[in-house]
């Protein structure tokens, strides 16, 4: 069975972008729009690995994250944040949160599977 991966951005088009990247590699892919819907999925089906960005409406990746945390079924759940944020702070201020990993966008499809690949295994 394909792992399932939770991609969370509030970009049409970087979720499409992601999402064809993924599926490419046999992964099952749901999407959400901002930190909340994504929650809102979270709380009815676990999923093996959850992609966020960071800057969104309604919550953020820091905030979505530290609720996942805070569940005990998304507790070890790998979660990689993919967003513009580069600064070192964001960074630390992730890995506080509970972030497995940080991406910056544009990302590099291969790269994308590299990472998702090594903490699905």
Not at 49 to 62: A, C, K, S, Y
Not at 104 to 112: A, G, R, S, Y
Request: with cysteine; charged share 20%; glycine share 6%.
């Amino acid at each position: 069975m394909s792992k399932h991966i939770l991609v969370v951005d509030d970009s049409p088009s970087i979720r499409q972008m992601v999402t064809v990247t993924l599926k490419s590699a046999k992964y099952q892919v749901t999407t959400a729009e901002d930190g909340q819907a994504a929650l809102d999925l979270c709380k009815r089906m676990q999923y093996d690995f959850v992609l966020t960005d960071q800057n969104m409406p309604r919550m953020d990746g820091l905030t979505l994250i530290k609720s996942l945390r805070g569940m005990g079924t998304y507790r070890t759940t790998p979660i990689v944040v993919l967003t513009t944020e580069a600064s070192d702070t964001m960074k630390a201020q992730g890995r506080a949160a509970g972030a497995t990993g940080w991406m910056v966008k544009p990302f590099d499809p291969q790269k994308l599977l590299s990472v998702a690949a090594k903490v699905l295994r």
